[in-house]
């Protein structure tokens, strides 16, 4: 039964070997000596690859087409060992093609184009992870940027202390230092009415602002900045920031994943079911204080690997980043793409980030306002009100979401 | 993480690797000087560390927190109608500062006087604006929603909340304000000496007034026909509009008093403080709202009692502890209620409604 699976994997392997010098490899002549060194160069490979990437991508639609109108046949003797990782595969049939655009984009976009990926990408996370509990639980979470703050400084005190660390060590623990952090906040109040959390959580990410901005340790108002080049280690061939670029579209699309399985499973179906009705799902058997408990804590420990992934990126970190202002951002994003809408919640980041920020550049606006970014908050509350008067499911919201929030009067 | 290499006299060198080293700094840095008067040596040598706070201290905090009350009767008027949080409130109060401000610049040239009935009358069309928004802000994120889940109305109100604050910002100015003071010097005058430390009119007027306000809306909502049908709707309002109760009326009734209320708090806090800022009503709204929980949301007497309990609890904490930490102590009561006693001190246990 194995037979075919281990032929391919060896096949695969032998590829890899006899490739290797030419791939990895690379020639180092001493003319002064005539000899020559045969030095590893992982540059090379990733180059040949890199410029291979528009290949990739239309194999990716190629077989993405292939696939897209079949359903798998589990059955198969080499697919059945791979079972469990059927989610991974049966994905919209534009999936591939999106994550091999996505991710070669580190390779073509210019060094700005790069940065606004990757604060996106970090918006989108948030707003990803605001989602579970605002859109999916149906609780309201004011301080959302106090649990993005928190993760920037866990990773930049880190950083200070063990010199040297590298994210990937530090991200587990830092998603469940958030979580935790989450679950203390949440469980005075999510006992209580569901206004009570936006007001505590408001509260909690005003103390938090005040304590980083008061203890030595955090560095006070100025904040932390560390040195980028200790923390990522550049994928050789690429620079630091192509490495972060990648490395926040890897979270993004773990993330995304991971929460649409959540949501399509038993726990995301109790988290709708608190949502629509509290009551109804307690006599229903849910722990509904559990429930709600569980998706503060995920919402909370995404926010903190987002704060991470925002100090891999900049390096830089202030008081300012919990500020209520920061919060408010990623609400409107969640509120505008649409409550419990995973692709409408990303649309809304990419809207709600991008737009300013190529509005801010424009000559146009410019000439005829020239502080157009502090107009921006405006701006955010009005779609926050008009969301919810005109479209209450937002841009991509599904229906059954929009009956439920615009009940018949 | 290998051990620090030990230096020959036996303790680590100075430049090495020592996270022990650095542990004293996170909360002490001799380098910069502590704010806090306790790590100044003159005042330690003469007072000792725990001490009764002084009077001025009380009074200052029975000041700040009888605003709290008046400004938390919003909060738990309209959570008592409707049951929701009226997120814009802490942003009519900031309308109210600022409304005062104008129509004090107005009236002292029209009638080109300073008198303090200036201030009554610039007080008046501060509560006339604020009472506008107010109603305005039920007609807009309320009304239409107030069928809806309960996240439709909390989002537009945090929205409302934010146009406010921004418009504000906007339009009028970036930086604070500044309280005319030639009206609040009128008051700002020492009442008496009382062991060598000043109490002055401006504590009293703001002490009296909003406990004459606290009475007279305990009088209108408990003696009237209006407060009975206030009353009313917020037990029942599909029975109270059977009876003949105008509800919606009513609930606008309920947020424009309200807002006036928080009017009247905001032209005291920014005569108080001399100045008024486009972001000072989202903190003063945070605590009102926490002073409204801790005395039970839903009851007007427990907001005046929490709004001076938080109030007194602020001033003695900043007397101690400096002022670094007085909005962290403010979150922390509220958590402590929410844990103890999430009902508040005066409140009822309610169950929910299916």
Known sequence: MFTRLRNYILGFLGLAFITFPFLWLSLKYNYATGNVATVLNWAHGVKFFSNLTVAFAIVAILMALHYSNKKWNWSHPILLTLRPLAPLVEQPWWTPFLMVVVLSAAFYLDHKSLGLGCMLGIYMILALGLNITIGFTGLLVLGYAAFYAFGAYLFALAQQYIPGLQWWVAFPFIFVLGSALGWVIGLPCLRLRGDYLAIVTLGFAESFKELIGNLNLTGSDIGLSLSARSMVKAIPGLTVLQTTYIIVTVFLFVILFAIRRLYLSPIGRAWVAIREDEVAANSMGIDVVRMKLLAFAISAGIGAVAGMLFILYSSYINPATAAFEQSVIILAMVVLGGLGSIYGVMLGAALLYLIPEFLRDSQLIQDFSPNFSDYRLLIFGAIMVAMMLLRPQGLLGSHRHKHEIKRDT | ?354
């Open chain 2, 1 to 354: 993480m290998s051990p620090p290499p030990k230096a020959k006299d036996g303790g680590t060198e100075r430049n090495e690797w020592n996270p022990w080293r650095n542990l004293k700094h996170i909360f002490f840095n001799p380098k910069k000087k502590l704010r806090s008067f306790r790590n100044q040596p003159l005042e330690k040598d003469i007072k000792p560390t725990v001490s009764l706070p002084p009077p001025d201290i009380i009074l200052g905090g029975l000041v700040r927190g009888s605003i709290y009350g008046l400004v938390a009767l919003g909060y738990t008027m309209v959570y008592g109608i409707l049951g929701m949080i009226n997120f814009a409130h802490g942003e009519i109060f900031m309308i109210g500062m600022f409304t005062c401000v104008f129509a004090l610049g107005l009236l002292s040239t029209l009638l080109s006087t300073t008198t303090l009935v200036n201030l009554l009358l610039a007080t008046l069309v501060a509560m006339i604006f604020s009472a506008a928004f107010g109603y305005a802000n039920e007609r807009i994120a309320y009304r239409r929603l107030r069928k809806a889940h309960i996240l439709a109305p909390l989002t537009s109100a945090i929205g409302l909340s934010i146009i406010l604050q921004n418009f504000v910002f906007l339009t009028v100015s970036k930086d604070n304000i500044s309280f005319p003071r030639v009206y609040s010097d009128q008051l700002n005058k020492v009442a008496f000496t009382l062991g060598g430390v000043h109490f002055n009119y401006l504590q009293f007027t703001i002490l009296g007034t909003s406990l004459v306000l606290m009475a007279a809306l305990f009088f209108f909502i408990h003696r009237t026909r209006l407060g009975i049908a206030m009353r009313g709707t917020a037990q029942d309002q599909l029975m109270a509009s059977l009876v003949g109760i105008p509800v919606n009326k009513i609930i606008a009734l309920t947020f424009v008093l309200g807002s006036s209320l928080a009017a009247v708090a905001g032209v005291m806090v920014s005569m108080y403080q001399s100045v008024a800022g486009w972001n000072s009503g989202y903190i003063w709204g945070l605590k009102a709202f926490t002073a409204a929980v801790l005395g039970g949301i839903g009851n007007i007497p427990g907001a005046v009692l929490g709004g001076l309990i938080i109030g007194l609890t602020e001033d003695i904490t900043c007397y101690y502890f400096g002022s670094n930490w007085r909005n962290s102590v403010v979150f922390l009561i509220l958590m402590i209620v929410l844990i103890i006693r999430p009902r508040g001190l005066l409140g009822e246990r309610v169950a929910d409604k299916v």
